[in-house]
């Protein structure tokens, strides 16, 4: 995983609440074993059926961040939905309320996700709306969101140690790793007749 301290860039605005993890990434998609490849299934339901699907529009190729109603990420706990937001390119997701698996299956993977209120959801999703070039600044150490040419400018929360895994880019085995040296002091006086990986 790697430290994310500011993210900048344009936005998709996603008009819509209740966006569950099968929204995100249909069924079909999780037979796969790699953790690759699942930004072609992202909302592929959605991109299939509607060619006005805000991402089969080509003012928002290359958006960073995604806007989204609130309850973003409810449904089955399936990290295949994180994996395809981080593959398709998305470095954020903004939105007044996550569902807290999914929120917590995020900041695993380095996906942040933006808690702000529904009003500033809101504006933000009608800026980007009206100018799909929006730059949008996410500023991790300082907790805040800023869309200066919107006038748009709110704090978010992020709990000191989720904030400082993703300050330092550390997913669960980074966090293990931070042990090695009591790790490997361990396993050089571990008995002989215990289990060894070899």
Known sequence: MEPVRVITGTAVPL??????TDQIIPAEWLKRVERTGFGAGLFSSWRESDRDF??????????????AGPNFGTGSSREHAVWALTDYGFKAVISPRFADIFRNNATKAGLVPVT?????????LRAVEADPGLEIT?????????????GIEASFPLDDFTQHRILEGLDDIGLTLRNQTAIDTYETTRPAWMPTSA
């Open 54 to 67: 805000v991402l089969n529009q080509a003012a928002y190729t290359g958006a960073s961040i995604l806007i």
């Open 116 to 124: 702000v209120p529904a009003d500033v959801a809101e504006s933000l």
């Open 138 to 150: 996410i500023d991790i150490e300082r907790r805040l969101i800023a869309a200066p040419a919107a």
């Open 15 to 20: 008009d819509r609440s209740d966006v569950d």
